[in-house]
């Protein structure tokens, strides 16, 4: 059962390394309640999650997440020492502390640039995330931790991007800019004009011409002789 579970989870890190250039260490936001399954389920996430998706990982949360699980007091007090093992990333939310979901789902907007894993047990949160390509999403299930599949909105949006439909604006800029340091923009319009000074007359066209010309020449010369042979006739 764990070497298949391992072929679905290297499946599915494979769809989203390609697709979408996730790339290790891999960024894993978790919030209390993965937290606190984890330690319901004994479950060793730092030294488990690596070998799980095949990679190194770096294990992060948010300030919003941990003051959650401050203020639900003692109940999840083993999720918040948790949670505050893990490193913090910054949100926007420093003076107005939101729910740990609002916060998750505020990370990864504008295309997920910092490429994040979602980790979490609530199902609002996660149908939220499945609504967004690109995102993968861990859970706890009996004991184990579970990549879920890619969601009917990534394999849409991969679909789309496949038959050149669609490229994301972040995509489109990182090119521009690529094709800019490299040079290939001046390169390419080089090119072109060398393409358009180089046509020039369809040389058939010109012997056409050509043929006209002789035709017109000999016709005023041929009548000049005539005229010769009538004078000296008469």
């Known amino acids: 059962m764990g070497v298949t579970r391992q072929k679905h989870a290297k499946k599915i890190m ?3 390394k390609h697709n979408f250039q996730f790339r290790e260490p891999f960024q894993v936001l978790l919030d209390g309640t993965f937290c606190q399954a984890a330690l319901r389920n004994k479950i060793q996430i730092r030294e488990q999650l690596p070998g799980y998706l095949d990679g190194a ?3 992060c949360t948010t300030r919003c997440v941990i003051k959650e699980l401050e203020s ?3 109940a999840l007090y083993g999720a918040k020492l948790i949670a505050q093992r893990f490193q ?6 420093h003076k107005n502390p939101v729910s740990g979901s609002t916060c998750l789902l505020s990370m990864i907007e504008d295309g997920n640039p910092h490429r994040f894993f979602i980790a979490t047990q609530d199902q609002d949160l996660s149908n939220k995330v499945k609504r967004k390509p690109g995102i993968p999403l861990l859970f706890i299930i009996q004991n184990t931790m579970v990549l879920d599949k890619p969601s009917p909105k990534s394999l849409a949006f991969v679909q789309k991007l496949q038959t050149n439909q669609l490229v994301p604006e972040y995509q489109k800029q990182s090119i521009v800019e690529l094709k800019e340091k490299e040079g290939l923009v001046k390169q ?3 090119k072109r004009r060398k393409r358009k000074r180089a046509g020039g007359p369809n040389p058939l066209s010109c012997l056409k011409k050509k043929k006209k ?4 020449g000999q016709e005023p010369s041929a009548e000049k002789k005539k005229r010769r042979k009538r004078k000296r006739n008469r």
Request: with cysteine; net charge neutral; charged share 25%.
């Open 188 to 190: 390419q319009d080089e």
């Open 57 to 59: 990982a770096q294990l």
């Open 213 to 216: 010309k002789t035709q017109e």
């Open 72 to 74: 639900l007091g003692k």
């Open 14 to 16: 494979g769809f989203y």
């Open 88 to 93: 913090v990333r910054n949100c926007s939310h």
